[in-house]
């Protein structure tokens, strides 16, 4: 039942109307009415600040004049067939369409449209809210979603690539140490006939000449990656370069039948400036993927060439060729076309990363073609001549003659097998030899035993070499006798703190027995001249 005193008496129509007018200009959205001739019959507030026109601009104009220039015929041409046909040409219902404020930018609106009839005439009213913020956040959401998930795509890129380069590099370690292992094992127990010996031991040079390959590897690449890679400076034979890359890929080319072609074109030796050990890398690199992906009786072709600019060498082999997809990713580091534990080839896909870092070092450039899998690929070092013209210098090392059993030498090293293989292989060439197994040790003995030169391992407990050689050159006849610093450290910055520390060269491990040899009598003969 209703109560005649609480029920709202009817609001006659001009109230209606009044409220309406009300509720339309505190709305946040802008309501626009027009006619069937598409002229704004009535606008609110709202409609003023989202569009920036005043309601008398706006009165009595056509609604085009909120429309960018490309939706208007639109606009029009859907009107015409509304009023014709009754066929709604687009959704009345929170359409997103654009919109144009009165400085030219354009607005993003969702629209809701409706009609009504009035004394038999047909107007139409909009309301059209401003979503312009919500879709620049929206944007900007969506790119930071995209920037998380490419960055979320290239951290599992990393971490796979790190799993397969951990299980790549445990495998290339692994592989060279078997036989290693296992060749040492039949020789010490007397199970290999005496004439496979030789065999057995070729064998262990070659994989532990792979194993200091690898690590050398790392080494270079942890350097460029760290920005401390040395480079020297020099002028270079590049007809040297190639021809001693050449022959010391050429031994395991023969194992496979593969040829070696070499054609110098209209060659006079060129001389370019840099450092020569990296530029045969570079070479060496090249070559060793060429055999290596070669077919067997394939060939490889060495084409060297110069002009006015630059010197030219192309690489070229028949063998599997390279993916056209992978070919982009070809000289970058750890990353192999076969990748699996079932690949042919072994290495941790660094040789041709370093060699781009190397021809770069060098402001040259190298480039990689192949008309893809089993059609071979061809390699192009380019690199630029130096313009003032130096005579050919020969950069292979000095021989020089071995030194008599009066020179005295001391090795400082805390391994007993190092030790005794270096006491043994200096003995073998005819010097003196005083080993200590300690820093400790050496001091003791220092002041009775006088020596030409000192060779000492850097990391060692108790005092370090860099201690030792610290306070040797506190005894007396110490000050100036030459020491070589041995330490498996074998960064720029290990380097340069040997020779801050007292030391006149530094070698890396492992040892290379006929390299340290050259570097003795090298200081040795440096130190006979300069007194």
């Given at each position: ?13 001009a ?12 709305a946040?959205d802008a ?26 601009e706006?009165?009595g ?9 490309y939706?208007?015929?639109?606009h029009s ?10 066929e ?6 929170a ?7 009165k ?20 107007f ?22 995209q ?44 199970i ?12 262990i ?26 480079m020297e ?27 070696i072609?070499?054609t110098?074109h ?9 450092d ?25 072709e060495?084409?060297?060439e110069?002009?006015e ?27 192999q ?39 071979g690929?061809?390699f ?5 001549r ?33 030790l005794?293989m ?5 003995e ?29 391992d ?7 070499g ?19 610093a ?8 290990d ?32 130190t006979?001249?300069?007194?």
């Amino acid at each position: 039942m209703n109560d005649p005193e609480t029920d709202n008496p009817e609001v006659p129509l001009a109230g209606l109307y009044h409220i309406s007018r009300v509720i339309a200009d505190t709305a946040s959205d802008a309501i626009i009415t027009i006619d069937e001739e598409s002229t704004m019959l009535f606008v609110n507030r709202a409609t003023e600040k989202i569009f920036g026109y005043s309601r008398a601009e706006l009165l009595g104009q056509s609604l085009t004049m909120l429309m960018p220039d490309y939706l208007r015929h639109v606009h029009s041409a859907g009107l015409r067939n509304y009023l014709t046909a009754r066929e709604k040409h687009v959704s009345w219902e929170a359409i997103e369409l654009p919109g144009r404020h009165k400085e030219g930018r354009e607005v993003s609106l969702e629209l809701s449209l409706g009609e009504f009839t009035e004394n038999g005439r047909l107007f139409f009213t909009g309301i059209a809210r401003d979503i312009t913020e919500r879709r620049k956040l929206e944007r900007r959401l969506a790119s930071q979603f995209q920037i998380a998930r490419t960055a979320r795509h290239e951290a599992e890129t990393a971490n796979r690539a790190k799993d397969e380069f951990l299980t790549t590099i445990s495998h290339e370690l692994r592989t060279p140490l078997t036989p290693i292992i296992g060749w040492i094992h039949m020789i010490r127990n007397g199970i290999l006939p005496e004439k496979e010996t030789a065999h057995g031991l070729s064998v262990i040079e070659k994989n532990a000449h792979a194993l200091k390959r690898l690590i050398n590897d790392l080494l270079d690449m942890s350097a460029i990656l760290s920005g401390k890679m040395r480079m020297e400076e020099l002028p270079v034979s590049l007809e040297q370069v190639v021809r001693e890359a050449v022959e010391t890929v050429r031994p395991l080319a023969a194992a496979r039948n593969v040829d070696i072609a070499v054609t110098f074109h209209d060659w006079q030796d060129e001389i370019v400036s840099g450092d020569r050990a990296r530029l045969v890398q570079v070479f060496w690199n090249l070559l060793n993927n060429a055999e290596k992906f070669s077919f067997p009786d394939g060939r490889i072709e060495v084409d060297v060439e110069a002009n006015e600019l630059e010197t030219i060498v192309r690489i070229q082999d028949a063998g599997q060729g390279i993916a056209p997809d992978f070919l982009p990713f070809v000289f970058e580091r750890f990353r192999q076309a076969d990748g699996s534990t079932t690949r042919l080839h072994g290495g941790l896909g660094l040789g041709l990363a370093l060699v781009k870092s190397f021809v770069a070092a060098h402001n040259g450039t190298v480039t990689a073609e192949s008309e893809g899998t089993g059609h071979g690929s061809r390699f192009t070092v380019r690199l630029p001549r130096p313009r003032p013209q130096v005579e050919t210098v020969s950069n292979q090392p000095e021989r020089v003659p071995l030194q008599s059993p009066h020179v005295h030498l001391m090795i400082v090293e805390d391994d007993p097998d190092t030790l005794e293989m270096l006491r043994a292989t200096l003995e073998a060439r005819g010097f003196r030899v005083t080993a200590c197994e300690s820093a400790a040790q050496t001091l003791e003995i220092a002041s009775a035993n006088q020596v030409d030169l000192i060779i000492s391992d850097i990391g060692m407990p108790e005092m370090d070499g860099f201690q030792m050689i610290r306070q040797l050159r506190e005894v007396s006849g110490y000050q100036t006798i030459p020491a070589i610093a041995l330490s498996g450290y074998a960064s720029e910055k290990d380097a340069k703190a040997a020779l801050a520390a007292g030391f006149n060269a530094h070698v890396s491990k492992p040892v290379d027995p006929a390299e340290l040899v050259i570097m003795v009598n090298g200081l040795l003969e440096k130190t006979s001249g300069a007194k």
